[in-house]
């Protein structure tokens, strides 16, 4: 560690200490759930943050979500250069990335199906958009999505109650995941990462 994440670990570890004081001195049951939930969501941004706990690249993530998928060369050259755009856009750059692959390569499976929930776990404050010229598949996967996260809680992303459902939801950050149509309502809303996936149909 350096200098200044020794203190902000230090930070962290006397902050979380103070809470749990105030959950051993709270006098009713709905007074300690308020702190409890204050020790999670502190918890859950320092690790996101520092991306404790976390897969390291994007095809690392989609093999501990499905078991069965299967890291391939060409897959695994792609899960690097997006992992690399993601420490740029972590450090302030901006990164454009054009991704051209056959059909059924599994370029999507990784990219728009998995890649929104890897985001979400190391920036639940970022909003996603995936766009298509199939504006129900790319909704398909977003509702996919949500619920891996709802069947998941060890992943740390938490929904916003009251954040939407299907194809568009929040998480209590403020971040979470749109999917439209490539024609579809994109105007006035901003996105920290823009997925477009097959904007043109039947396209090789």
Same mark, same amino acid.
């Given at each position: 560690m350096t200098s200044?994440?020794?203190?902000?670990? =230090? @930070?962290?570890?006397?902050?979380?200490?103070?809470?749990?004081?105030?959950?051993?001195r709270a006098t009713t049951e709905a007074e300690a759930r308020v702190v409890t939930s204050r020790i999670s969501q502190v918890t859950r941004a320092y690790k996101a943050k520092h991306?404790?706990?976390?897969?390291?690249?994007?095809? =690392?993530?989609?093999?501990?979500?499905?078991?069965?998928f299967r890291n391939r060369p060409h897959l695994a050259h792609l899960s690097e250069r997006i992992s690399q755009?993601? $420490? @740029?856009?972590?450090?302030?750059?901006?990164?454009?990335?054009?991704?051209?692959?056959?059909?059924r390569h599994g370029k999507?499976?990784?990219?728009? $199906?998995?890649?929104?929930?890897w985001l979400l776990? $190391?920036?639940? =404050?970022?909003?996603?958009?995936?766009?298509?010229?199939?504006?129900?598949?790319?909704?398909?996967w977003a509702k996919a999505d949500r619920q891996i996260i709802e069947n998941k809680p060890s992943l740390g992303i938490v929904l916003a109650q009251d954040g939407g459902a299907g194809s568009h939801w929040e998480t209590v950050e403020g971040g979470g995941l749109r999917a439209v149509s490539w024609?579809?309502?994109?105007?006035?809303r901003g996105a920290k990462v823009l997925i477009i996936d097959d904007p043109v149909a039947n396209f090789v």
């Open positions: 200044g994440q020794t203190a902000e670990h =230090e @930070d962290f570890v006397e902050l979380l200490n103070q809470l749990r004081a105030m959950v051993a991306g404790i706990g976390v897969p390291q690249t994007l095809a =690392e993530q989609a093999q501990e979500l499905d078991p069965g755009a993601v $420490k @740029d856009v972590e450090n302030g750059q901006n990164r454009m990335l054009a991704v051209s692959m056959p059909p999507s499976t990784l990219i728009s $199906k998995y890649g929104p929930v776990r $190391k920036h639940p =404050e970022w909003s996603i958009v995936t766009a298509s010229h199939d504006g129900g598949l790319v909704g398909e024609r579809g309502p994109l105007t006035g």
